[in-house]
């Protein structure tokens, strides 16, 4: 198993500009995470999904979009990019409601708006 | 949602020595506390985590604590390793009541542990 792939590692975008940044699982996860980390600020959960076809948003959604048309995969959508967005974005999966203290996370996006 | 202080940011301690992380919690309904060890440059990872019906986990040289009725849980290194040193996140329930099965993070800890 890969486990949590994540494309692509660096991106470097101008304010303004858009992206997706794609995450995929192969170890058939029904919940899935988008996180953003900053320095010194821990993890904030931009938006998740508990199954295809189903998200919501978390603590910071504003400026991101997200869709879940299969389990496997989990895009996050950057519209009108920003410089406040510039952060290292990771991604995230759990198995079941039993197991949701355990999350894998993918290898992360570290992306610069400038 | 749930509120998790982390305490200390930072942290250095002597190879050999033990290191302490404290991280306190707002809902009393909250079941698991999990933590996770983030590497330099890498993703983070889960290490251990505690379910609110014991007081204590102990795996190898890392042991976690929760005392519920102050609501605080910790993260107890002992004899130290420079592969100790990395970022340490707590974790607690966003909404322990509801089944979205989210997670609410600490800010961090950096461990640094000198040789």
């Known amino acids: 198993n890969a486990g949590v792939t994540q494309t692509p590692k660096f991106r470097i975008l101008k304010i303004g500009q858009s992206m997706t940044l794609q995450c995929t699982q192969d170890?058939?996860?029904?919940?899935m995470y988008w996180y953003r980390q900053d320095p010194g600020m821990g993890l904030k959960l931009i938006y998740y999904?508990?199954?295809?076809?189903?998200?919501d948003k978390g603590e910071v959604p504003n400026g991101y979009n997200v869709s879940r048309s299969t389990t496997e995969d989990f895009p996050l959508r950057l519209e009108l990019a920003a410089p406040s967005q510039t952060s290292v974005y990771f991604c995230?999966?759990?198995?079941?409601?039993?197991?949701?203290?355990?999350?894998?996370f993918g290898p992360g996006t570290r992306l610069t708006v400038t | 949602g749930e509120n998790v202080e982390q305490h200390p940011s930072t942290l250095s301690v002597q190879e050999g020595d033990s290191a302490v992380i404290k991280c306190t919690y707002s809902?009393?309904?909250?079941?698991?506390f999990p933590w996770y060890k983030q590497e330099l440059g890498k993703r983070p990872q889960l290490i251990i985590y505690?379910?609110?019906?014991?007081g204590e986990k102990k795996d190898q040289r890392i042991a976690v604590t929760l005392n519920k009725t102050a609501k605080h849980f910790s993260l107890h290194i002992t004899e130290t390793q420079p592969e100790d040193s990395a970022v340490y996140f707590c974790?607690?329930?966003?909404?322990?009541?509801?089944?979205?099965?989210?997670?609410?993070f600490g800010a961090g800890t950096t461990v640094t542990v000198r040789a």
């Open positions: 995230a999966s759990s198995y079941s409601a039993a197991s949701s203290y355990e999350q894998y």
């Open positions: 170890m058939n996860h029904n919940y």
């Open positions: 999904s508990v199954g295809a076809g189903i998200t």
């Open positions: 809902d009393s309904a909250s079941n698991y």
């Open positions: 505690i379910r609110s019906n014991v």
């Open positions: 974790a607690a329930p966003d909404d322990p009541l509801s089944n979205d099965y989210k997670l609410s």
